[in-house]
């Protein structure tokens, strides 16, 4: 050969040999995390959940790309759904059962192994982007339980009223506040960015990506591109944001073929703040009752699209009770580690779930709302020991006993509108007996202190 | 060496010093305020139902005015006009949550007592009194603001059971020093949300005023708690005055009991207070209690309004209106009612105002909900009341309208002239005229949306 076509071929080759050595690095490694969180975001608003008002052409693609989850379950509030979410167990045995306050002494514990720790056990990077609320103290932050990196805030965008000698709210990057307060119209776009950022420093890597985003919570707010230009106000536009940035992390991991190795979950962590005669343009939660801190269906069901090309099918409609819990377990096993063998994990992979291959694994779903057992589900069929009454002011009142407890038929009636307890006192009997023997089974966390002092002065 | 003394005196401006001690000692203080209490759900005040067993007693031992008023039916702004006695549009606070302007010219009862020589001490038993809300914990030494309830997830507050126990233990601490003390209690459980009290049921026992329970479900069921809430308040109130009783300090002691404001349980279609100026709202109970000073069983019934409190308080202990330091001369809207409480005999009829002003509303995209979104400067209602002749105007409807109280007690036929009226005008002018004197510019705080929005779920915005 010429000394021309020897540089040729050796190029080539080392090209070849280069490019083999990149195809063996995306598929060598374990699977990609990506755990897409909406704030308050209900189950009817999105398109491909039914919603006639708000249009989200990404996050309907994803769930013809992949499944939709039918019967996913978050807890009526922020950081009992979050807690519930990262550790795989009921908000009650990490003791995360309600919404934690800015400077407040408490949040979760080093004890907790987070969904952060155990993939970064595995060899994951890991980043939390958006909103924690987990507690606000930095030894309660995502850096030390379990995430490298984060950006974002540390609890809800509203929690900043001076009457109570809240801080403004402000944004982290790791343990440093780089912003206070906090631009929220631009805070969308910012953890797209961050999000992309993240995954390209860590290609060559299996990463765990959680981006827990900002929106639709109120106070809601939009990048510029996006006000004032759905149909739905400001809560159309915010969610339009979403799906828009969806639709960016998804053509980012095309991009840099990591798409057929890299889970995608998009889903919310409570019901939505519903519509009501006064507040026209707010949350939907479909056909359920009730919003946003209720054990209603529609306080505590909230959509759920899982994609991973090439393990589940695409357009998968699944039906079958499955909740954040689940994710983590999940995560775990596909990453190809053990769960932790110290502790109760509620939760159950849904591989196989998810996949179609298998019914969900869980058959129960106990609404836990603060430390107390609300409701139950078992099969189709629910029962409400404790619920709240809704005021003439619209206010939600203490939670009072039902007597006689409640009881829909999930299936028929998913609205909650007929009261059939009459009819089944043996299910009554039934739900209450599972009810009480997972109450004796549940090892409570050290509990917060009772919400209202966090306002004191 | 007399002139060396006033040159002395004069020099050391209004100190304590010129307060010569060769008067009698100064009296005690005990200034008792209760939210939303209206005066005729009282038993002394002729409600059937025995809701006030001790306050009762205490008006028996002073004297009690029939008929009193509050100026506006909202908390923060009655309380500073009650310690300033001046209009709230004097003031420059027409809403909960602002302040007093740092103005030299308005003087406060404790700052006045204060430079005398008292002790102060203040417990407030809800939001809207907060110190870092009103400022008017600069007056007092000891300013308690401990509450420990919460309710509608933001309104911090506390119950009469939890603010007696501190009150009472300043009083142990303050009570026979070489000072007087002037003590503050503020009791907040007659205001939403009305809680049964367990033990509190109030029973009709007045056989002679036979007492007929509302027709309304609704308007029963609130009644009840509400008196239950009285009740409740009222025993706290008796554990304050056996206190008196057992440190010897009860003939020392001047007790003033009022309200900042009463509450329509219905009435007109309207429960609350705050957007209306009717007789259950603005109707509050006054009773003076000092025993050799003030004449005992004795009823005045010339209406007298919140802001003739602390004149009439000055008046009965330092009698000198220069508050220590200030040097300026104090000016008081109201006026003292000390001759009539020490000789008997009614004080002479005097006009009482009051106003009330709104929140404006608007919707807050963002929030998702409707916000009071800006401060207004012009009342929505006020009015005045001539011996049994009642006003009340809403400028921005022109919508005059009379009462007479001696013939419609419960406000049910009202005398109503619009614009189109010839007097409308020659009546309304009187109005106008009054709040324009007393309207000041006085730099007001002005609140963020989210504390306005937290006030709004206090009940105090429409």
């Known amino acids: 050969m010429t000394n021309r076509r020897k540089f040729i071929s050796s190029v080539f080759a080392a090209y070849l040999a280069a490019d083999r050595e990149l195809l063996a690095e995306t598929s060598s490694h374990t699977p990609n995390f990506v755990l897409l969180l909406a704030d308050d975001l209900g189950y009817g608003d999105l398109s491909c959940y039914g919603s006639t008002e708000i249009h989200t052409p990404n996050l309907d693609r994803m769930a013809e790309e992949g499944a939709k989850l039918e019967e996913f379950y978050a807890f009526p509030t922020c950081t009992p759904s979050r807690a519930a979410l990262l550790t795989g167990r009921y908000p009650l045995r990490s003791g995360l059962t309600r919404v934690l306050a800015p400077k407040e002494h408490f949040g979760i514990s080093d004890y907790e192994i987070t969904l952060g720790q155990a993939l970064e056990s595995c060899g994951y990077a890991t980043a939390c982007i958006g909103k924690w609320h987990l507690g606000d103290m930095l030894r309660y932050g995502p850096n030390r339980h379990g995430f490298e990196y984060f950006y974002g805030l540390h609890y809800s965008n509203d929690m900043t009223l001076r009457v109570v000698d809240w801080p403004p709210i402000r944004l982290y990057r790791n343990e440093e506040i780089i912003e206070s307060p906090a631009h929220q119209d631009t805070l969308t776009q910012r953890y797209t960015q961050q999000a992309i950022e993240f995954i390209d420093r860590?290609?060559?890597?299996?990463?765990?990506?959680?981006?827990?985003?900002?929106?639709?919570?109120?106070?809601?707010?939009?990048?510029?591109?996006?006000?004032?230009?759905?149909?739905?106000?400001?809560?159309?536009?915010?969610?339009?944001?979403?799906?828009?940035?969806?639709?960016?992390?998804?053509t980012a991991l095309k991009a840099r073929g990591l798409d057929q190795n890299t889970l995608t979950v998009f889903t919310s962590d409570n019901g939505p703040a519903i519509r009501t005669e006064f507040v026209k343009r707010a949350g939907s939660a479909g056909p359920f009752r009730g919003g946003k801190g209720t054990t209603w269906e529609g306080g505590t069901r909230v959509p759920c699209i899982a994609r991973w090309p090439g393990h589940i099918p695409a357009n998968l409609k699944l039906k079958g009770i499955a909740s954040l819990m689940d994710l983590f377990p999940t995560c775990v096993e596909i990453a190809g580690g053990t769960l932790p063998p110290d502790r109760v994990i509620d939760g159950k992979s849904l591989v196989d779930?998810?996949?179609?291959?298998?019914?969900?694994?869980?058959?129960?779903?106990?609404?836990?709302?603060?430390r107390r057992l609300f409701a139950v589900r078992a099969g189709n069929w629910k029962v409400h020991f404790i619920r709240r009454k809704r005021?003439?002011?619209?206010?939600?009142?203490?939670?009072?006993?039902?007597?006689?407890?409640?009881?829909?038929?999930?299936?028929?009636?998913?609205?909650?509108?007929?009261?059939?307890?009459?009819?089944?006192?043996?299910?009554?009997?039934?739900?209450?007996?599972?009810?009480?023997?997972?109450?004796?089974?549940?090892?409570p966390g050290k509990l917060p202190p009772p919400f209202w002092r966090t306002f004191l002065p | 060496m007399r002139i060396t003394w006033l040159i002395l005196a004069a020099a050391l401006g209004g100190s304590c010093l010129w307060a010569a001690p060769t008067d009698a000692p100064l009296p005690n203080v005990l200034l008792i305020s209760i939210d939303t209490l209206r005066a005729d759900h009282l038993s002394c005040y002729g409600y059937a139902r025995r809701t006030s067993p001790y306050i009762d007693g205490l008006a028996q031992e002073g004297t009690r005015f029939s008929r009193a008023y509050t100026v506006i039916p909202l908390t923060g702004p009655a309380h500073l006009s009650l310690f300033t006695s001046r209009y709230p549009q004097e003031n420059g606070v027409r809403r909960n949550g602002v302040a007093l302007p740092d103005n030299r010219a308005i003087?406060?009862?404790?700052?006045?007592?204060?430079?005398?020589?008292?002790?102060?001490?203040?417990?407030?038993?809800?939001?809207?009194?907060?110190?870092?809300?009103?400022?008017?914990?600069?007056?007092?030494?000891?300013?308690?603001?401990?509450?420990?309830?919460?309710?509608?997830?933001?309104?911090?507050?506390?119950?009469?059971?939890?603010?007696?126990?501190?009150?009472?233990?300043?009083?142990?601490?303050?009570?026979?020093?070489?000072?007087?003390?002037?003590?503050?209690?503020?009791?907040?459980?007659?205001?939403?949300?009305?809680?049964?009290?367990?033990?509190?049921?109030?029973?009709?026992?007045?056989?002679?005023?036979?007492?007929?329970?509302?027709?309304?479900?609704?308007?029963?069921?609130?009644?009840?708690?509400?008196?239950?809430?009285?009740?409740?308040?009222?025993?706290?109130?008796?554990?304050?005055?056996?206190?008196?009783?057992?440190?010897?300090?009860?003939?020392?002691?001047?007790?003033v009991l009022v309200a900042d404001h009463g509450e329509s349980l219905g009435q007109h279609g309207y429960v609350g207070h705050g957007r209306h100026l009717f007789e259950g709202i603005i109707h509050i109970p006054f009773i003076v209690r000092y025993p050799g000073h003030v004449k005992a069983g004795q009823v005045i019934d010339t209406p007298v309004s919140i802001i003739d409190v602390t004149p009439t308080i000055v008046d009965l202990t330092v009698k000198n209106v220069e508050a220590a330091k200030e040097k300026v001369p104090v000016v008081f809207s109201g006026r003292s009612l000390a001759s009539s409480l020490k000789d008997g005999?009614?004080?002479?009829?005097?006009?009482?105002?009051?106003?009330?002003?709104?929140?404006?509303?608007?919707?807050?995209?963002q929030w998702l909900s409707w916000m009071w979104v800006q401060n207004e400067e012009l009342p929505s209602h006020f009015g005045r009341i001539d011996d049994f002749s009642k006003a009340i105007w809403d400028p921005g409807n022109k919508k005059l309208s009379l009462y007479d109280l001696r013939s419609d007690p419960h406000e049910l036929h009202a005398r109503i002239l619009t614009a189109s009226n010839s007097t409308y005008e020659a009546d309304t002018s009187a109005l106008k005229k009054w709040f324009s004197r007393t309207e000041t510019r006085a730099t007001e705080q002005k609140l963020s949306p989210h504390d306005e929005e937290v006030l709004k779920s206090l009940g105090y915005v429409q």
């Open chain 1, 202 to 250: 860590n290609k060559a890597k299996p990463f765990f990506l959680y981006l827990p985003y900002t929106m639709p919570h109120v106070p809601l707010a939009a990048s510029a591109k996006f006000r004032g230009k759905s149909s739905y106000g400001l809560y159309g536009d915010a969610v339009d944001e979403i799906d828009w940035s969806v639709g960016q992390i998804l």
């Open chain 1, 353 to 370: 779930f998810m996949e179609g291959k298998a019914p969900s694994p869980e058959h129960e779903f106990f609404y836990y709302s603060g």
């Open chain 1, 391 to 443: 005021g003439p002011k619209g206010h939600l009142s203490t939670p009072v006993y039902c007597h006689p407890p409640e009881l829909y038929n999930l299936e028929k009636d998913p609205g909650e509108r007929d009261n059939v307890a009459a009819d089944h006192p043996d299910l009554i009997e039934r739900l209450s007996r599972i009810a009480l023997n997972f109450q004796a089974s549940m090892d």
């Open chain 2, 107 to 255: 003087v406060t009862l404790p700052q006045i007592l204060r430079g005398h020589g008292y002790q102060t001490g203040a417990f407030v038993s809800s939001w809207p009194l907060l110190g870092r809300l009103t400022h008017l914990n600069r007056y007092f030494d000891s300013y308690d603001e401990h509450l420990t309830r919460t309710y509608q997830l933001f309104n911090s507050s506390r119950y009469a059971e939890d603010v007696t126990p501190r009150a009472l233990k300043w009083l142990h601490k303050h009570a026979n020093k070489k000072k007087p003390f002037f003590l503050w209690v503020h009791y907040f459980d007659p205001h939403e949300p009305y809680l049964f009290r367990a033990g509190f049921d109030p029973a009709d026992v007045d056989k002679a005023h036979p007492y007929q329970p509302p027709k309304d479900d609704g308007m029963r069921e609130r009644m009840r708690n509400y008196d239950s809430e009285i009740y409740y308040t009222d025993h706290s109130i008796g554990k304050l005055l056996a206190a008196l009783d057992a440190m010897h300090i009860k003939d020392s002691t001047m007790v």
């Open chain 2, 345 to 365: 005999g009614q004080p002479t009829d005097r006009r009482i105002y009051y106003v009330t002003f709104p929140g404006k509303k608007g919707y807050a995209p």
